[in-house]
């Protein structure tokens, strides 16, 4: 089980192509609305979730939780006691965690990217706390995959693909989208 959140003003395109590729090499992926199960993303385009945050499950089912950016998306996210108690879950059970764009602020807020090669929309650098900031599209350290923005969403979702499947099964949906 992947989990998906969303708020009002997540930005979409970093929830919702994370959700497609995933979906579309079979994984079960839930969306998760905060505080209802439809959000208003960041550029006004409502989003019917899955599930609410009180429905979700912490369990040995859970494979990774994905955090969009967007604002105030991301601050909606890190404020909801759900959410925290997913991060919690991932971390104590060695399950994924992911974010991009501003949502690594998130993981870097709690200390959990000290040490960490990690990535983030220009600007939040300084909220990573301790990570060593690459700038890169993308990057994975440990069970953390964080991501750089809206124009790295493909390639972020791919490198989901890539953790959760395979770099093969990875390879095999960009070429089926015609990713360069």
């Not at 600007?123 to 995959?145: K, M, S």
């Amino acid at each position: 089980m992947i989990y998906v959140f969303m708020a009002n003003g997540t930005e979409e395109v970093e929830a919702l192509t994370p959700v497609d590729c995933l979906r579309r090499c079979e994984l079960e992926v839930k969306t998760v609305g905060i505080g209802s199960n439809v959000v208003r993303s960041s550029h006004g385009v409502p989003v019917i979730t899955d599930l609410d945050a009180n429905e979700i499950v912490l369990d040995d089912k859970l494979d990774m939780i994905v955090l969009p950016g967007g604002m105030p998306g991301t601050l909606n996210l890190e404020k909801n006691e759900q959410v925290q108690k997913a991060i919690d879950f991932c971390v104590e059970q060695g399950k994924y965690v992911a974010a991009i764009c501003a949502a690594p602020s998130i993981l870097g807020h709690k200390g959990l990217l000290r040490g960490r090669r990690a990535t983030c929309f220009p600007g939040f650098e300084e909220t990573l706390e301790g990570a060593v900031v690459t700038g890169e599209p993308v990057e994975v350290d440990g069970r953390f995959v964080t991501g750089k923005g809206a124009g790295a969403a493909m390639a972020f979702s791919l490198k989901l693909v890539e953790v959760l499947i395979s770099k093969s099964r990875a390879d095999t949906l960009a070429a089926s989208l015609q990713c360069p």
